[in-house]
């Protein structure tokens, strides 16, 4: 099992920074997709950016420009550095990944980390 954990949410003013980091241990395979998603109380949640296992990047429309997805896979870790933050970007951030073990695909998900940004 492959456990997820979010670190670096908060409370920021809007046009500040935030740097996000998500963790992966336990018995990991080869990691290859890992993606931010982020919701919002009665929302669905929804996709901020992803990166591949060859740090091939994309991301929502709403944060391209702003936000910087990165991987280290020495350290099973990625990041997301959160620029120019709007108040409209405050949600509960959470880590997804997922492994391919021979012909079964794994996926995983952080309990998710709270970003508020004020106006």
């Known amino acids: 099992q492959v456990q997820l954990v979010e670190s670096g949410g908060g409370l920021v003013q809007a046009g500040g920074s935030l740097r996000l980091s998500c963790a992966a241990s336990?018995?990991?395979?080869?990691?290859?997709?890992m993606t931010w998603y982020r919701q919002v109380p009665g929302k669905q949640r929804e996709l901020v950016a992803f990166?591949?296992?060859?740090?091939?990047?994309n991301y929502a429309y709403s944060v391209k420009g702003r936000f910087t997805i990165s991987r280290d896979n020495a350290k099973n870790t990625m990041y997301l550095q959160m620029n120019s933050l709007k108040p409209e970007d405050t949600a509960v951030y959470y880590c997804?990944?997922?492994?391919?073990?021979?012909?079964?695909?794994?996926?995983?998900w952080g309990q998710g980390t709270q970003v508020t940004v004020s106006s």
């Open positions: 990166i591949t296992s060859g740090n091939s990047t």
């Open positions: 336990g018995r990991i395979f080869s990691i290859d997709n």
């Open positions: 997804n990944a997922d492994e391919t073990k021979g012909t079964k695909w794994y996926q995983y």
